[in-house]
């Protein structure tokens, strides 16, 4: 099986060209999602995390990931820490849904992934990779309108990720999302189709 990572920054619409591959019938790995299960009581990272980062991050006895957020992008090196607790928990839960899809079947499956190529380098599990990207004032629009974060929120998050532009040497693919959502989907049907032909 081929495993095709789909990366991004924040507010690129990675996310989108996700469900639109997985309307295409390749099954989609959510890494978010998956990064949140980390975290919920009893969860792999949920005890490391709290530990690390103290009880201010608590919430009803759990971890508040919007506390947590709010304190890892105001502080690079915070984030690099929550990433170093994250990582291998989720590169793990990612390899057995891979593996889990494999023994299923599946030819190629994608995983929709902020984190891919965050270091400038990609785990060995990852075939190809799909470059979402969007001008950072289209991103922080879309953070401030569809996410409902501050200005100054939004600005922290992309400024806290690694340029997109530095992504593009890992990339197979890349295609910009400005607002044209048409021309966009159009771009990941064209993708879709071409792993359709490699994979069968």
């Known amino acids: 099986m081929k495993v095709y990572g789909i990366t991004g920054g924040t507010g690129s619409g990675k996310s989108l060209a996700a469900a639109r591959l997985a309307d295409h019938g390749f099954p989609t790995i959510d890494a ?7 975290i919920e009581p009893g969860g792999a990272a ?11 991050i608590i919430t009803d006895g759990k971890i508040d990931r919007k506390k947590l957020g709010a304190l890892v992008f105001a502080d690079p090196d ?5 990433n170093g607790l994250m990582w291998p928990a989720l590169y793990e839960a990612i390899r057995d849904q891979c593996a889990c899809l494999e023994r299923n079947g599946f030819r190629a499956a994608i995983v929709d992934a902020a984190i891919l190529g965050e270091e400038g380098t990609l785990p060995p599990w990852v075939d190809d990779v799909i470059l ?19 200005p100054g929120e939004a ?29 966009f989907l159009k771009q990941v049907d064209a993708i879709a189709e071409a792993i359709r032909a490699e994979t069968g």
């Open 32 to 38: 978010d999602r998956l990064g949140h299960g980390l």
């Open 46 to 56: 949920e005890t490391t995390v709290r530990e690390h980062f103290g009880e201010h």
């Open 78 to 82: 915070a984030l690099r820490r929550l």
């Open 132 to 150: 979402v990207t969007a001008r950072d004032e289209v991103r922080a629009h879309r953070l401030v309108t569809s996410r409902k974060l501050t």
């Open 155 to 183: 600005r922290a998050r992309i400024t806290a990720q690694r340029p997109p532009e530095r992504k593009r040497p890992l990339a197979r693919w890349c295609i910009e999302n400005n607002g044209d959502k048409a021309s």
